[in-house]
Nanobody
Framework: QVQLVESGGGLVQAGDSLRLSCAAS????????MGWFRQAPGKEREFVAA????????AIGYSVKGRFTISRDNAKNTVYLQMNSLKPEDTAVYYC????????????????WGQGTQVTVSS
């Protein structure tokens, strides 16, 4: 069992940067692949980025490639999402997720979820 708490969301202007953090409980953080997803009003939850337990492998969603990066600090039990060149279409609730095993992009294959943090990008 792992508990996830996101932070770092807020209201920013288009072109700004923001870094989200997700703190995880437990002593086996490096055993979990970690991911970020987002959900805008009226839309399905969308894959954003994921990183393997060691941090050696990452995957980035097509809509954010080249602008967002994911990283993790296993000593701090924390995963980060650095978001640059933000656009109004990035507005959504951003969720942190965890799963044992390999990183995947399918939403339904993630086991644990945080409560989410709102990111709003104004034009």
């Amino acid at each position: 069992q792992v508990q996830l708490v996101e932070s770092g969301g807020g209201l920013v202007q288009a072109g700004d940067s923001l870094r989200l953090s997700c703190a995880a409980s437990g002593r086996t953080f490096s055993s979990y692949a970690m991911g970020w997803f987002r959900q805008a009003p009226g839309k399905e939850r969308e894959f954003v980025a994921a990183i393997s337990g060691s941090g050696g492998s990452t995957a980035i969603g097509y809509s954010v490639k080249g602008r967002f990066t994911i990283s993790r600090d296993n000593a701090k039990n924390t995963v980060y999402l650095q978001m640059n060149s933000l656009k109004p279409e990035d507005t959504a609730v951003y969720y942190c997720a965890a799963r044992i095993g390999l990183l995947v992009t399918a939403t339904h294959r993630w086991d644990y979820w945080g409560q989410g943090t709102q990111v709003t990008v104004s034009s």
